[in-house]
């Protein structure tokens, strides 16, 4: 399945309304950060978004950074998930911009995955976090279906934000496959996700 065009296939998320975590969860699985294994190609979505917006797609780091989650740090990025959830309406590229796929920020109030995950980025950036730390995520369901999601990087592991999802969970937490993301190095660039997770072919049977 290609993961090229992701705005045809991302499930539209509804009631947003649950409350929040107010400390990290924490899963039983061990595992804490994703593995990468290697440069692959970006999403077409992207590639078009940063011609258009080339100062939102560089920044390089010697390090990967890796925030310090402190109580801070957690609040911020819960009530920036809930915010945004809660502030845009779910619609296709192709039912507001005639398309099949279009990255762009949700300036009109309407947006697919991508477009939640850029503003959510956007305002984590705004707020300090490195962008190397704020990572756009392609991932496959459970219903074999393309999404993205924002990976936010720290030093108590990899955490998802997700239009779908009213908590802010663990990755590993999550019935998601990670196909790529972009690179914590080079955010121009990205990099295959290497999901050894044992337990999620068991939970999509």
Known sequence: ?????????CAIALALCANFASEPAHSAE????MATH?????????????????????ATASVAPRVALTRQRWDEIVSI???VNRSIEPVT??????????????????GDCEDYVLQKRKM???????AGSVLITVVQDSQAQGHAVLTVVTD??????????TLVLAWSQT???????????????????????????????
């Not at 061990?30 to 950060?33: E, G, L, T, V």
């Not at 190609?41 to 100062?55: D, E, H, S, Y």
């Not at 108590?156 to 999802?165: A, I, K």
Request: aromatic share 12%; glycine share 8%.
């Open 175 to 205: 019935d998601y496959r990670y196909i790529k993301r972009q690179s914590p190095y080079d955010v121009s660039r990205w990099e295959s996700i290497e999901d050894r997770r044992t337990d999620y072919m068991a939970s999509t049977r």
């Open 124 to 130: 984590l950036i705004a707020r300090g976090w490195p």
């Open 38 to 58: 290697g440069a692959t190609t970006p999403p077409i979505g992207f590639v078009q978004f940063c011609r258009k917006n080339l100062a939102d797609c560089i």
């Open 1 to 9: 399945m290609s993961f090229r065009n992701l705005g045809g296939l």
């Open 93 to 110: 590229d192709q039912d507001q911009y005639g398309v099949e796929e279009l990255w762009t920020y949700p300036t009109k109030g309407k």
């Open 81 to 83: 998930n809930r915010d």
């Open 156 to 165: 108590r592991g990899d955490f998802v934000l997700d239009n779908q999802e």
């Open 30 to 33: 061990p595992i804490r950060a």
